[in-house]
Protein backbone atom coordinates (compact mmCIF):
# COMPACT_ATOMS: atom_id res chain seq x y z
CA UNK A 1 0.00 0.00 0.00
CA UNK A 2 2.85 2.98 0.63
CA UNK A 3 4.42 1.74 -2.68
CA UNK A 4 1.48 2.33 -3.98
CA UNK A 5 1.06 5.53 -2.06
CA UNK A 6 4.09 6.87 -3.18
CA UNK A 7 3.56 6.00 -6.62
CA UNK A 8 0.61 7.99 -7.20
CA UNK A 9 2.14 10.98 -5.21
CA UNK A 10 4.91 10.96 -7.32
CA UNK A 11 3.23 10.58 -10.70
CA UNK A 12 1.13 13.53 -9.88
CA UNK A 13 3.65 15.50 -9.75
CA UNK A 14 5.66 14.06 -13.15
CA UNK A 15 1.82 14.17 -14.98
CA UNK A 16 1.45 17.82 -13.78
CA UNK A 17 5.30 18.42 -15.40
CA UNK A 18 4.43 16.78 -18.04
CA UNK A 19 1.42 18.34 -19.33
CA UNK A 20 2.29 21.69 -18.53
CA UNK A 21 1.10 23.61 -21.58
CA UNK A 22 2.36 27.03 -20.41
CA UNK A 23 6.14 27.22 -22.16
CA UNK A 24 4.06 27.95 -25.26
CA UNK A 25 6.37 26.99 -28.38
CA UNK A 26 5.45 28.18 -31.78
CA UNK A 27 2.07 26.81 -32.62
CA UNK A 28 3.47 25.00 -35.92
CA UNK A 29 0.64 22.08 -37.18
CA UNK A 30 1.86 18.69 -36.94
CA UNK A 31 3.54 16.96 -40.42
CA UNK A 32 3.29 13.46 -41.03
CA UNK A 33 6.24 11.13 -41.73
CA UNK A 34 6.24 8.93 -44.63
CA UNK A 35 4.68 5.65 -44.19
CA UNK A 36 3.39 5.73 -40.83
CA UNK A 37 0.17 4.81 -39.99
CA UNK A 38 -2.22 7.68 -38.18
CA UNK A 39 -5.35 7.18 -35.53
CA UNK A 40 -7.83 9.71 -36.03
CA UNK A 41 -9.85 11.17 -32.79
CA UNK A 42 -12.90 12.99 -33.51
CA UNK A 43 -14.08 14.35 -30.01
CA UNK A 44 -17.98 15.38 -30.04
CA UNK A 45 -18.36 17.11 -26.94
CA UNK A 46 -22.39 17.22 -26.94
CA UNK A 47 -24.54 15.11 -24.66
CA UNK A 48 -28.11 15.56 -23.66
CA UNK A 49 -27.64 15.88 -20.04
CA UNK A 50 -24.60 16.13 -18.35
CA UNK A 51 -23.24 13.64 -15.59
CA UNK A 52 -21.63 15.32 -12.41
CA UNK A 53 -18.57 13.07 -12.10
CA UNK A 54 -17.80 13.90 -15.54
CA UNK A 55 -14.40 15.62 -16.75
CA UNK A 56 -14.39 15.26 -20.29
CA UNK A 57 -15.02 18.55 -22.29
CA UNK A 58 -18.68 18.56 -22.77
CA UNK A 59 -21.40 20.57 -23.21
CA UNK A 60 -25.21 20.23 -23.29
CA UNK A 61 -26.81 20.05 -26.44
CA UNK A 62 -27.96 22.79 -28.75
CA UNK A 63 -28.70 21.02 -32.26
CA UNK A 64 -28.09 23.85 -34.27
CA UNK A 65 -24.78 24.77 -32.75
CA UNK A 66 -23.88 20.49 -33.08
CA UNK A 67 -24.47 20.66 -36.70
CA UNK A 68 -22.25 23.92 -37.45
CA UNK A 69 -20.08 22.10 -35.07
CA UNK A 70 -20.19 18.72 -37.30
CA UNK A 71 -19.90 20.77 -40.39
CA UNK A 72 -16.78 22.44 -38.90
CA UNK A 73 -15.65 18.91 -37.98
CA UNK A 74 -15.51 17.79 -41.74
CA UNK A 75 -13.51 20.98 -42.60
CA UNK A 76 -10.51 20.84 -39.67
CA UNK A 77 -10.42 16.49 -41.23
CA UNK A 78 -10.17 17.93 -44.81
CA UNK A 79 -7.18 20.52 -43.57
CA UNK A 80 -5.48 17.20 -42.21
CA UNK A 81 -6.13 15.65 -45.56
CA UNK A 82 -4.09 18.78 -47.74
CA UNK A 83 -0.99 18.26 -45.29
CA UNK A 84 -1.02 14.47 -46.24
CA UNK A 85 -2.27 12.62 -43.42
CA UNK A 86 -4.03 9.34 -44.19
CA UNK A 87 -5.68 7.69 -41.58
CA UNK A 88 -6.10 4.05 -40.89
CA UNK A 89 -8.18 4.44 -38.16
CA UNK A 90 -10.73 6.17 -36.19
CA UNK A 91 -11.54 6.42 -32.63
CA UNK A 92 -14.80 8.43 -32.19
CA UNK A 93 -15.25 9.80 -28.03
CA UNK A 94 -17.09 12.64 -25.95
CA UNK A 95 -19.74 13.64 -25.23
CA UNK A 96 -21.93 11.42 -26.98
CA UNK A 97 -21.23 10.73 -30.86
CA UNK A 98 -24.10 9.22 -31.23
CA UNK A 99 -26.84 12.70 -30.74
CA UNK A 100 -26.90 13.26 -34.33
CA UNK A 101 -26.45 9.77 -35.71
CA UNK A 102 -27.47 11.45 -39.06
CA UNK A 103 -24.49 13.88 -39.14
CA UNK A 104 -22.41 11.31 -37.72
CA UNK A 105 -23.32 8.67 -39.99
CA UNK A 106 -22.26 10.96 -43.28
CA UNK A 107 -19.21 12.08 -41.63
CA UNK A 108 -17.87 8.29 -41.09
CA UNK A 109 -19.17 7.84 -44.68
CA UNK A 110 -16.91 10.80 -45.76
CA UNK A 111 -13.92 9.48 -43.91
CA UNK A 112 -14.40 6.10 -45.73
CA UNK A 113 -13.89 7.51 -49.03
CA UNK A 114 -11.42 9.96 -48.51
CA UNK A 115 -8.71 7.79 -46.18
CA UNK A 116 -7.30 4.34 -45.94
CA UNK A 117 -9.84 3.88 -43.23
CA UNK A 118 -9.88 -0.26 -41.79
CA UNK A 119 -11.67 0.16 -38.76
CA UNK A 120 -13.85 2.40 -36.53
CA UNK A 121 -14.61 2.23 -32.87
CA UNK A 122 -17.46 4.90 -31.18
CA UNK A 123 -18.63 5.39 -28.22
CA UNK A 124 -22.16 6.05 -26.85
CA UNK A 125 -25.06 5.86 -23.94
CA UNK A 126 -27.67 2.95 -23.26
CA UNK A 127 -30.28 5.33 -24.61
CA UNK A 128 -29.05 5.58 -28.10
CA UNK A 129 -29.00 1.50 -28.45
CA UNK A 130 -32.23 1.73 -30.01
CA UNK A 131 -32.58 -0.06 -33.95
CA UNK A 132 -32.78 3.03 -35.65
CA UNK A 133 -29.37 3.98 -34.60
CA UNK A 134 -27.13 1.17 -34.07
CA UNK A 135 -28.11 0.31 -37.67
CA UNK A 136 -26.98 3.64 -39.25
CA UNK A 137 -23.66 3.06 -36.92
CA UNK A 138 -23.21 -0.05 -38.39
CA UNK A 139 -24.03 0.81 -42.21
CA UNK A 140 -21.57 4.03 -41.40
CA UNK A 141 -19.11 1.34 -40.75
CA UNK A 142 -18.65 1.22 -37.05
CA UNK A 143 -16.71 -2.10 -36.18
CA UNK A 144 -16.70 -1.45 -32.44
CA UNK A 145 -19.47 0.29 -30.54
CA UNK A 146 -18.58 1.25 -26.76
CA UNK A 147 -21.54 1.71 -24.79
CA UNK A 148 -20.68 3.72 -21.40
CA UNK A 149 -22.62 1.44 -18.48
CA UNK A 150 -20.32 2.47 -15.72
CA UNK A 151 -22.47 -0.07 -13.75
CA UNK A 152 -25.62 -2.46 -13.51
CA UNK A 153 -26.36 -1.14 -9.79
CA UNK A 154 -29.69 0.87 -9.87
CA UNK A 155 -28.20 2.44 -6.61
CA UNK A 156 -24.88 3.20 -7.96
CA UNK A 157 -26.94 4.75 -11.42
CA UNK A 158 -29.44 6.63 -9.76
CA UNK A 159 -26.33 8.54 -7.46
CA UNK A 160 -24.32 8.91 -10.63
CA UNK A 161 -28.01 10.62 -11.85
CA UNK A 162 -28.02 7.92 -14.90
CA UNK A 163 -30.81 5.73 -13.86
CA UNK A 164 -32.93 8.16 -15.15
CA UNK A 165 -31.46 9.31 -18.64
CA UNK A 166 -30.48 5.37 -19.34
CA UNK A 167 -33.36 3.46 -17.29
CA UNK A 168 -32.07 0.61 -14.77
CA UNK A 169 -29.12 -2.12 -14.53
CA UNK A 170 -31.56 -4.82 -16.20
CA UNK A 171 -33.20 -2.66 -18.80
CA UNK A 172 -29.65 -1.88 -19.70
CA UNK A 173 -28.08 -5.17 -19.72
CA UNK A 174 -31.24 -6.16 -21.84
CA UNK A 175 -30.41 -3.93 -24.53
CA UNK A 176 -26.74 -4.97 -24.67
CA UNK A 177 -28.03 -8.51 -24.81
CA UNK A 178 -29.98 -7.92 -27.69
CA UNK A 179 -26.87 -6.48 -29.73
CA UNK A 180 -24.39 -9.31 -28.83
CA UNK A 181 -22.70 -10.11 -32.30
CA UNK A 182 -24.44 -6.99 -34.27
CA UNK A 183 -21.33 -4.94 -34.39
CA UNK A 184 -17.44 -6.91 -34.63
CA UNK A 185 -17.21 -5.90 -30.90
CA UNK A 186 -19.53 -4.49 -28.30
CA UNK A 187 -17.43 -3.12 -25.15
CA UNK A 188 -18.92 -2.23 -21.86
CA UNK A 189 -17.36 0.38 -20.13
CA UNK A 190 -17.75 0.01 -16.50
CA UNK A 191 -15.92 1.86 -13.31
CA UNK A 192 -14.73 0.75 -9.90
CA UNK A 193 -13.67 2.94 -7.40
CA UNK A 194 -16.61 4.72 -6.63
CA UNK A 195 -17.21 6.16 -3.31
CA UNK A 196 -20.43 4.22 -2.55
CA UNK A 197 -19.72 1.32 -4.11
CA UNK A 198 -19.59 -1.86 -2.47
CA UNK A 199 -17.82 -5.40 -3.11
CA UNK A 200 -20.99 -6.27 -3.82
CA UNK A 201 -21.53 -4.32 -6.17
CA UNK A 202 -18.90 -4.92 -8.18
CA UNK A 203 -19.39 -8.62 -7.98
CA UNK A 204 -22.96 -8.14 -9.37
CA UNK A 205 -21.62 -6.21 -12.54
CA UNK A 206 -18.78 -8.89 -13.36
CA UNK A 207 -21.42 -11.35 -12.72
CA UNK A 208 -23.86 -9.19 -15.32
CA UNK A 209 -20.48 -9.14 -17.70
CA UNK A 210 -20.27 -12.54 -17.87
CA UNK A 211 -24.22 -13.31 -17.97
CA UNK A 212 -24.43 -11.43 -21.17
CA UNK A 213 -21.25 -12.80 -22.66
CA UNK A 214 -20.10 -9.37 -23.29
CA UNK A 215 -17.63 -9.16 -26.36
CA UNK A 216 -15.34 -6.78 -24.13
CA UNK A 217 -15.10 -5.11 -21.40
CA UNK A 218 -13.43 -1.93 -19.67
CA UNK A 219 -13.23 -1.43 -16.30
CA UNK A 220 -12.23 2.35 -15.73
CA UNK A 221 -10.74 3.29 -12.18
CA UNK A 222 -12.35 6.31 -11.25
CA UNK A 223 -10.06 9.07 -12.45
CA UNK A 224 -11.51 12.80 -12.04
CA UNK A 225 -9.66 16.08 -11.81
CA UNK A 226 -9.15 17.56 -8.77
CA UNK A 227 -12.09 20.11 -8.82
CA UNK A 228 -14.24 17.23 -10.02
CA UNK A 229 -12.83 15.26 -7.10
CA UNK A 230 -13.67 18.22 -4.20
CA UNK A 231 -17.42 18.64 -5.84
CA UNK A 232 -18.08 14.53 -5.92
CA UNK A 233 -16.36 14.22 -2.42
CA UNK A 234 -19.28 16.81 -1.14
CA UNK A 235 -21.93 14.50 -2.39
CA UNK A 236 -20.89 10.68 -2.13
CA UNK A 237 -17.72 11.19 0.68
CA UNK A 238 -14.12 11.19 0.23
CA UNK A 239 -12.42 9.70 -2.41
CA UNK A 240 -10.06 7.42 -1.34
CA UNK A 241 -7.70 4.70 -3.30
CA UNK A 242 -7.94 2.32 -0.04
CA UNK A 243 -9.90 0.07 -1.87
CA UNK A 244 -8.94 0.42 -5.35
CA UNK A 245 -6.21 -2.84 -5.57
CA UNK A 246 -9.07 -5.01 -3.53
CA UNK A 247 -11.66 -3.96 -6.40
CA UNK A 248 -9.01 -4.34 -9.50
CA UNK A 249 -8.22 -7.90 -8.36
CA UNK A 250 -11.76 -9.05 -8.06
CA UNK A 251 -11.90 -7.72 -11.99
CA UNK A 252 -8.98 -9.16 -12.77
CA UNK A 253 -9.42 -12.87 -11.16
CA UNK A 254 -12.87 -12.96 -12.05
CA UNK A 255 -12.55 -12.37 -15.89
CA UNK A 256 -9.38 -14.55 -15.99
CA UNK A 257 -11.11 -17.18 -17.70
CA UNK A 258 -12.78 -16.57 -20.85
CA UNK A 259 -11.29 -12.71 -21.01
CA UNK A 260 -7.56 -11.45 -22.30
CA UNK A 261 -6.24 -8.51 -21.35
CA UNK A 262 -6.29 -6.00 -23.79
CA UNK A 263 -4.98 -3.37 -21.63
CA UNK A 264 -4.38 -3.77 -17.98
CA UNK A 265 -7.69 -2.62 -17.56
CA UNK A 266 -9.47 -4.08 -20.77
CA UNK A 267 -10.78 -7.63 -20.67
CA UNK A 268 -11.68 -9.21 -24.44
CA UNK A 269 -12.64 -12.32 -25.29
CA UNK A 270 -11.55 -11.84 -29.10
CA UNK A 271 -8.49 -9.28 -30.71
CA UNK A 272 -10.49 -6.39 -30.99
CA UNK A 273 -10.01 -2.38 -30.77
CA UNK A 274 -9.67 -0.93 -27.25
CA UNK A 275 -10.55 2.37 -25.79
CA UNK A 276 -7.11 2.92 -24.80
CA UNK A 277 -5.73 3.69 -28.64
CA UNK A 278 -2.79 5.22 -27.92
CA UNK A 279 -1.68 2.24 -27.04
CA UNK A 280 -2.31 0.84 -30.27
CA UNK A 281 -0.95 3.99 -32.65
CA UNK A 282 1.75 5.82 -31.17
CA UNK A 283 1.00 8.83 -33.01
CA UNK A 284 -2.76 10.18 -33.67
CA UNK A 285 -4.45 13.43 -34.95
CA UNK A 286 -6.98 14.77 -32.04
CA UNK A 287 -10.07 16.98 -33.99
CA UNK A 288 -13.01 18.57 -32.33
CA UNK A 289 -13.07 21.02 -30.10
CA UNK A 290 -10.50 19.85 -26.44
CA UNK A 291 -8.73 16.86 -28.71
CA UNK A 292 -5.13 15.92 -28.06
CA UNK A 293 -3.10 15.10 -30.74
CA UNK A 294 0.69 13.51 -30.34
CA UNK A 295 2.71 13.75 -33.42
CA UNK A 296 6.83 13.08 -33.92
CA UNK A 297 7.05 13.58 -29.70
CA UNK A 298 4.74 16.44 -29.46
CA UNK A 299 1.65 16.76 -28.00
CA UNK A 300 -1.31 19.35 -29.58
CA UNK A 301 -4.31 20.65 -28.23
CA UNK A 302 -7.24 22.15 -29.79
CA UNK A 303 -9.40 24.88 -28.12
CA UNK A 304 -11.52 24.04 -25.59
CA UNK A 305 -14.06 27.08 -26.96
CA UNK A 306 -17.03 26.12 -29.55
CA UNK A 307 -16.61 29.70 -30.66
CA UNK A 308 -13.27 29.62 -31.13
CA UNK A 309 -13.27 26.09 -32.75
CA UNK A 310 -15.73 26.83 -35.19
CA UNK A 311 -14.65 30.53 -36.19
CA UNK A 312 -11.02 29.07 -36.89
CA UNK A 313 -12.31 26.42 -39.02
CA UNK A 314 -14.63 28.75 -40.79
CA UNK A 315 -11.74 30.79 -41.48
CA UNK A 316 -9.68 27.90 -42.78
CA UNK A 317 -7.19 27.72 -39.35
CA UNK A 318 -6.37 24.71 -37.63
CA UNK A 319 -8.38 25.19 -34.34
CA UNK A 320 -4.97 24.40 -32.16
CA UNK A 321 -4.71 26.41 -28.54
CA UNK A 322 -1.07 24.49 -27.53
CA UNK A 323 1.63 22.82 -28.18
CA UNK A 324 4.22 20.91 -25.89
CA UNK A 325 7.52 19.24 -26.86
CA UNK A 326 8.87 16.11 -25.29
CA UNK A 327 12.56 15.63 -24.38
CA UNK A 328 13.47 12.33 -25.96
CA UNK A 329 13.30 10.69 -21.92
CA UNK A 330 9.75 11.69 -21.71
CA UNK A 331 8.94 10.44 -25.15
CA UNK A 332 10.68 7.07 -24.31
CA UNK A 333 9.11 7.30 -21.00
CA UNK A 334 5.19 7.85 -22.56
CA UNK A 335 5.93 4.97 -24.81
CA UNK A 336 6.99 2.73 -22.43
CA UNK A 337 3.55 3.69 -20.48
CA UNK A 338 1.43 3.48 -23.03
CA UNK A 339 3.07 0.00 -24.96
CA UNK A 340 3.16 -1.58 -21.77
CA UNK A 341 -0.38 -0.91 -20.69
CA UNK A 342 -1.15 -3.66 -23.31
CA UNK A 343 0.62 -5.38 -20.57
CA UNK A 344 3.77 -6.91 -22.96
CA UNK A 345 5.81 -5.21 -25.25
CA UNK A 346 8.18 -5.80 -27.60
CA UNK A 347 11.76 -4.19 -27.11
CA UNK A 348 13.17 -4.53 -30.32
CA UNK A 349 10.72 -2.17 -32.03
CA UNK A 350 11.57 0.67 -28.88
CA UNK A 351 14.43 0.22 -29.70
CA UNK A 352 14.09 0.89 -33.38
CA UNK A 353 11.73 3.20 -32.91
CA UNK A 354 14.32 5.36 -30.44
CA UNK A 355 17.16 4.61 -32.31
CA UNK A 356 18.80 1.73 -30.34
CA UNK A 357 18.64 4.36 -27.39
CA UNK A 358 15.65 2.87 -25.92
CA UNK A 359 16.78 0.87 -22.89
CA UNK A 360 19.69 2.80 -22.04
CA UNK A 361 17.37 6.09 -21.70
CA UNK A 362 15.02 3.78 -19.44
CA UNK A 363 17.83 1.70 -17.67
CA UNK A 364 16.94 2.93 -14.52
CA UNK A 365 13.28 2.76 -14.51
CA UNK A 366 13.35 -0.50 -16.29
CA UNK A 367 15.49 -1.62 -13.77
CA UNK A 368 13.68 -0.70 -10.48
CA UNK A 369 10.38 -2.17 -12.43
CA UNK A 370 12.46 -5.50 -12.73
CA UNK A 371 13.41 -5.51 -9.21
CA UNK A 372 9.98 -4.80 -7.87
CA UNK A 373 8.77 -7.59 -9.47
CA UNK A 374 6.27 -5.03 -12.09
CA UNK A 375 7.79 -6.83 -15.36
CA UNK A 376 10.02 -9.99 -16.65
CA UNK A 377 11.81 -10.01 -19.95
CA UNK A 378 11.39 -12.89 -22.31
CA UNK A 379 13.06 -12.70 -25.06
CA UNK A 380 12.56 -9.71 -27.26
CA UNK A 381 9.44 -9.12 -24.77
CA UNK A 382 8.83 -7.37 -21.53
CA UNK A 383 5.64 -8.40 -19.82
CA UNK A 384 3.94 -6.95 -16.93
CA UNK A 385 3.28 -9.39 -13.84
CA UNK A 386 -0.04 -9.24 -12.07
CA UNK A 387 1.68 -6.99 -9.75
CA UNK A 388 2.42 -4.85 -12.57
CA UNK A 389 -0.43 -4.67 -14.17
CA UNK A 390 -2.15 -2.79 -11.06
CA UNK A 391 0.82 -0.62 -11.16
CA UNK A 392 -0.14 0.70 -14.75
CA UNK A 393 -2.96 1.13 -13.63
CA UNK A 394 -2.26 3.66 -11.13
CA UNK A 395 -0.13 5.11 -13.87
CA UNK A 396 -2.40 5.55 -16.10
CA UNK A 397 -5.14 6.60 -13.99
CA UNK A 398 -2.56 9.31 -12.68
CA UNK A 399 -1.92 10.26 -16.08
CA UNK A 400 -5.83 10.37 -17.16
CA UNK A 401 -6.27 12.34 -14.07
CA UNK A 402 -3.58 14.82 -15.44
CA UNK A 403 -5.43 15.00 -18.19
CA UNK A 404 -8.43 15.50 -16.76
CA UNK A 405 -6.80 18.48 -15.20
CA UNK A 406 -5.47 19.99 -18.17
CA UNK A 407 -9.09 19.97 -19.12
CA UNK A 408 -10.64 21.76 -16.25
CA UNK A 409 -7.66 24.46 -16.38
CA UNK A 410 -8.49 25.08 -20.41
CA UNK A 411 -12.09 25.11 -19.57
CA UNK A 412 -11.68 27.84 -16.98
CA UNK A 413 -10.67 30.09 -19.38
CA UNK A 414 -13.26 30.16 -21.79
CA UNK A 415 -16.96 31.26 -21.03
CA UNK A 416 -19.44 28.11 -19.90
CA UNK A 417 -20.78 27.06 -22.78
CA UNK A 418 -19.75 29.45 -25.04
S1 LIG B 1 -20.14 10.79 -18.54
FE1 LIG B 1 -20.58 10.62 -20.74
S2 LIG B 1 -22.77 11.16 -20.89
FE2 LIG B 1 -22.09 11.89 -18.89
S3 LIG B 1 -21.51 14.03 -19.23
FE3 LIG B 1 -19.65 12.79 -19.45
S4 LIG B 1 -19.48 12.38 -21.61
FE4 LIG B 1 -21.60 13.05 -21.24
Not at 114 to 128: K, V
Not at 143 to 149: E, T
Not at 308 to 335: E, H, T
Not at 375 to 387: A, C, E, V
Request: proline share 2%; net charge neutral; with cysteine.
Amino acid sequence: MLVERLLTTYLKYKNARLLRFNEFEELSAPVPEVMREYLLYIHIPFCEELCPYCSFNRFKLETDLARRYFRALGKEIGMYKDRGFDFSSVYVGGGTPTVLPDEMAELLMRLKTDFSIREISLETNPNHLDDNIVEKMKQAGVNRLSVGVQSFNDDLLRQMERYHKYGSGEEIKNRLSSLMGFFDTLNVDMIFNFPTQTAEMLEFDLETIKEIQADQVTFYPLMVSDHTKFELAKRFGKISYDQEKMFYDKISDSLESGYSCGTAWCFSRKKSMIDEYVVDYDEYIGVGSGSFGYVRGACFANTFSLKDYIGLVDNSMLPLMAKRRFKLKDQASYYLMMKLFSTSMDIDVANYRFNGQFESLLFKELNALRLYGALTKKGNRLILSKKGRYMWVIMMREFFTGVNNFRDICRSVIKQGS
